[in-house]
């Protein structure tokens, strides 16, 4: 998706665009060509879906096939699951010599039935296509190693994400006065209850469900919140605002997708992302960069990040009794708070700062060029 290449690539398609002739490849749409115009790179478009699409699917194989053979890279690099699939076969078939993917996440290991088998095969494909192959954290690379490709090397560049966070743009002292009051200020929260922020997908994967069902528990036993939940609604596995608002009735505030979710961050006192399943969550990084102490299952990327009692909570996946615990706590004392958030940002800056995160994968495409290049 154009998207994802303007969120999360920006950055570091800029500092390629300095050292080699660089180009990208995403459905056709005018973001593809406004991402390439900023960064300095050329676009090309292939339109493939997110679902299992065999016809579709095959012709964007080909197409991008006739690309690889036109262009003649030297390394195709691609990040998201059918991007992968579709790229790497792609470009093995058209001779490419560096072929590298990154897995930022993977589907199989909490798929059922038909479609694990079918996830997994995808990854074995890439996998098998691929000359290297990186992935954004211990977890995901466990996962791998144990449920896809046990003899092939698998990489973790830097400490594992991949995209890194802006910290002078991730910061209070970035916003204006007005944004570090606006939050409260539009949805009339009094300034003593605690709020609670969710960033992202409403669908079942991300523990929607089971986070309401704690936020719920909270309430009722006395203890004062408001849960702000702003993102996307997704084409399947939808949670709808009925639905919320169903299981919790009263101190719950759902807001659109946001361009800018700095003013969240800034009136907010906890991130809570009570994922399934995860590769390694930028919105808990880009928290912690705005002093928020983050409740987080389990998952990988997460429990890689929070450290219990430290910068937040971990709690056990679907275990919605644990969240309440933890948000309790979290409502306690607003002095273990402003701590949390405090060691938070700290250790996003010792490990996820952005320019730190760049150079790490400036530095494999140097190795591995050269190493091809001698």
């Known amino acids: 998706m154009a998207l994802s290449l303007d969120v999360f690539c920006s950055a570091i398609l800029e500092d390629m665009a300095k050292e080699y002739e660089v180009g990208i490849v995403a459905a056709e749409s005018e973001l593809l060509r406004e991402v390439g115009r900023k960064t300095g ?24 096939w006739r690309l690889l053979r036109r262009e003649k890279p030297l390394c195709v690099h691609s990040l998201t699951p059918k991007a992968g699939l579709i790229a790497m076969v792609a470009s093995r078939l058209a001779g490419v ?22 996830f997994r095969l995808s990854d074995w494909m890439i996998c098998k296509c691929a000359t290297h192959i990186i992935a954004e954290g211990q977890g995901v690379k466990d996962d791998l190693v144990r449920g896809v490709c046990p003899n092939k090397e698998v990489k973790i560049l830097g400490n594992g994400n991949v995209r890194g966070v802006d910290l002078n743009h991730y910061s209070l002292a970035a916003l204006a006065v007005t944004d570090l009051t606006r939050g409260r200020v539009e949805l009339g929260i009094r300034e003593q209850v605690v709020i609670f922020l969710y960033v992202g997908r409403f669908s ?171």
Not at 265 to 281: I, W
């Open 204 to 374: 079942i994967d991300k523990g929607i469900r089971e986070m309401l069902q704690a936020f719920r528990l909270f309430c009722q036993r006395g203890h004062k919140g408001m849960l702000v939940m702003a993102g996307s609604r997704p084409d399947e596995d939808e949670i709808l605002e009925g639905e919320i608002r169903e299981i919790v009735p009263r101190w719950v505030t759902v807001l659109p997708w946001q361009k800018d979710v700095r003013w969240l961050y800034a009136m907010a006192d906890c991130l809570v992302l009570p994922s399934r399943r995860e590769g390694f969550p930028n919105v808990v990084l880009e928290a912690g960069a705005m002093g928020l102490p983050c409740i987080v299952t389990d998952v990988n990327g997460s429990r890689e990040i929070i450290r219990s009692g430290v910068n937040g909570y971990v709690a056990p996946v679907n275990d919605y009794k644990a969240m309440a615990r933890h948000m309790a706590a979290i409502a306690s004392s607003g002095k273990m708070r402003r701590a949390m958030g405090a060691n938070a940002r700290a250790a996003v800056a010792q490990k996820f700062e952005a320019k730190f995160v760049r150079n790490c994968q400036m530095d494999f495409y140097a190795e591995v060029l050269d190493k091809m290049q001698a």
């Open 97 to 118: 010599k560096v072929r590298v993917h990154t897995f930022t996440g993977l589907l199989f290991p909490t798929a059922k039935g038909w479609k694990r088998q079918a």
């Open 41 to 64: 790179v050329s676009a090309h478009g292939v339109e493939m879906k997110r679902q299992i699409a065999p016809w579709s699917d095959a012709k964007a194989l080909l197409k991008m």
